[in-house]
């Protein structure tokens, strides 16, 4: 008979036995999470730093409630995705292109997702703008288009260039987004501290419950609201849609569980050839190895829970709370400038030298989620085309690097092309909208293969399963929302 991992046409999974886990102490747990970082750094770039204040400043502080709920759902999602890895060594794509009607059916499908959701440069292009602030301390406007597309062409070739070097590249994403997170979140808060008054503190917190503190009054949907900005907004609060997903790939590669066993995908410059597993592996169920999944277990929960549900909730309230005190409520911030219009505010009500500041902040913050989301897009592909086709995995001697850096030169070809099409910010927002479609389908389609796929004793329970119905249910919501504002 053919296994049930197998019927879709890709190899049945290996006999395997589950590494012992490590016990981190202390500092150790620094170097034993990693995954969540790297998705919290790709996250505070995307929804956190431009989507979330353009809503809050327009609509105000009472729309934090759907970034709370985002944010706890994605958490949730994102442990899922772990779950899978972990039993198999497997990124979650391969877990996909195992269930009906075909792996190449969903290998294309998700592959077109990645395309339409991460490969517009949209994060380069908006730190382009805070990079002509610090230049000309001033905002970019339409007659300085050409300049700042430009400058997100040089923003978004830094980016390739940081994906050549280094032994791993999940390894190096770490380290840079362990510094991001650190000096970031801790930036804003400084600031905040500083220059946020205490009503606007105690609006940002009633606001995660919906309460809009200036009018008294519960106000979850102000009055003509843009669903198309609001359905971009739910989508990033977090990650999204396939940012979120591509954190199994990180996780196989940081060798979490099985993924220690599988493989990894090496630096072009500074990396040697690695054999990567295309194919999973399926464990046992007995006491010990139960005993090393909850080891397993406790490196998942703290890398999500610890570093990103904590991380992503301080990244979108702290910016927000700087966006309303310094940008006049109402106004729409969406444009060339939208990277910098808090540090020309800041600038103006507390001299150069603190606009100067965020200024850099906004540029460090988007050049490393646009590092992120792009990496991620090509690990993506990379893996599905390395799972789904045994030509590609033959090619050229079959060294994973060629496969790996041939698609990012095809991407980077793109995104050149694809700066050009639309100002950053709307890239953005189409970018967050479709990751709100991948959630619909993905949340529903982990389920199914984390409750199919793997053993029974590692499925998950009810309430995880009602979870992940729910976080369908609620992007679902949205798409159709603005879908239909589009009529």
Known sequence: M??????SGLDPFREGQLPEPPRPMGLGWIAAVGPGVILLGASIGSGEFLLGPAVMVKYGLSLLWISGVAITLQTLFNTELMRYTIATGEPVFTGFMRTAPRAGFWAWLYALFFLLQAGWPAWAGTAAGAVFFLFTKRLAGPEEANLVYLAGLAAYALCVAVLLVG??????LEILNWVLVTLIIGGLLVLAILF???????????GWFGFDAATGNF??????????????FAAFSGAGGVINISLSNWARDKGYGMG???GYIPSAIGGRRTDLAHTGFRIATDPVTMQRWKGWWRLVRADQYGVFFIGAVLGMLLPGLLYVTFVPSGEDIRGLAVASTLAHAVAGAKGAVFG?????????VLLKAQLDILEGTVRGITDILWAGSSRVRTWRGGDVRLVYYSVLGLLVAWGVIALRLAQPVVLLQISANVGGIVFVL??????????????PALRPPLWR???LVTMALFYGAFVTLWLSSLR
Do not use: C, K, Q, Y
């Open 196 to 206: 946020v008054p205490g009503a606007t503190w105690i609006g940002g917190l009633v």
């Open 356 to 364: 100067g500041i965020i200024a850099m902040m906004a540029v460090w």
């Open 465 to 467: 399963r009602v979870a």
């Open 442 to 455: 993905a949340s529903l389609h982990l389920l199914r293969i984390n409750t199919t796929l793997l053993p």
């Open 260 to 262: 220690s066993v599988a």
């Open 167 to 172: 032994r791993r590249i999940e390894r190096t």
């Open 219 to 232: 106000n979850p949907v102000p009055a003509g609201i843009d669903w198309f900005l609001i359905g971009a």
């Open 2 to 7: 053919t296994a049930p991992e197998a019927r």
